[in-house]
């Protein structure tokens, strides 16, 4: 069944940096999209990032342009969110998410990040 | 970016209630809009694509109807496992958006 992990999750300083991972297994990684979508404690889903199959388009929210990059490994079937000079807006649970005909069909169980001095 | 609204933000009924909420679109999505299910602690589940198609092993008591702007979201029968926040998300165009989300009790 599909499977996403999230890890990479942890506290940091205002203006550090982290980097995200998700493991994908279960289906063929290299044939979809992929997202990045957040939720800080106690509000609602917010869309982060982007990116198709081959690399070609990335998208991202303009609270994260220029901070955040996308990336993927289709060979290691993983998924990747750099986060560069993070905020303590940057607080939140981090999910991957499988994008399937534009929708998105499967969420991971998400990592939480938290920005704090 | 398309604005989501979504209403109410909270709702108390019982078992058995038909329960209903909507969300409105800023501008026209056409089809592109999907339900999501989350219970405290978990990740969002997919109940609703493409305005009214039901995923693959959800409840049929759960279902969806719209197109354009308005949209609504109905569960027929509330089960006490309903108990959950409720998003609404369209996917016509990038930023993806959702809804402010519905909690739903009993």
């Known amino acids: 069944q599909v499977q996403l992990v999230e890890s990479g999750g942890g506290l940091v300083k205002p203006g550090g940096s982290l980097r995200l991972s998700c493991a994908a297994s279960g289906f063929n990684f290299s044939d979809y999209y992929m997202n990045w979508i957040r939720q800080a404690p106690g509000k609602g889903l917010e869309w982060v990032s982007y990116i198709t199959s081959s690399y070609n388009i990335i998208y991202y929210a303009d609270s994260v342009k220029g901070r955040f990059t996308i990336s993927r490994d289709n060979a290691k079937k993983s998924l990747y969110l750099q986060m560069h000079s993070l905020r303590v807006e940057d607080t939140a649970v981090y999910y991957c998410?499988?994008?399937?005909?534009?929708?998105?069909?499967?969420w991971g169980l998400g990592t939480l990040v938290t920005v704090s001095s | 970016d398309i604005q989501m609204t979504q209403s109410p933000s909270s709702l108390s009924a019982s078992v058995g209630d038909r329960v209903t909420i909507t969300c409105q679109a800023s501008q026209d999505i056409g089809k592109y809009l999907s339900w999501f299910q989350q219970k405290p602690g978990k990740a969002p589940k997919l109940l609703i694509y493409?305005?009214?198609n039901l995923e693959t092993g959800v409840p049929s008591r759960f279902s969806g109807s719209g197109s354009g702007t308005d949209f609504t979201f109905t569960i027929s029968s509330l089960q006490p496992e309903d108990i959950a926040k409720y998003y609404c998300q369209q996917y016509d165009n990038v930023p993806l958006t959702f809804g402010g989300g519905t909690k739903v009790e009993i």
């Open positions: 493409d305005a009214s």
């Open positions: 998410a499988r994008e399937s005909r534009g929708k998105i069909d499967y």
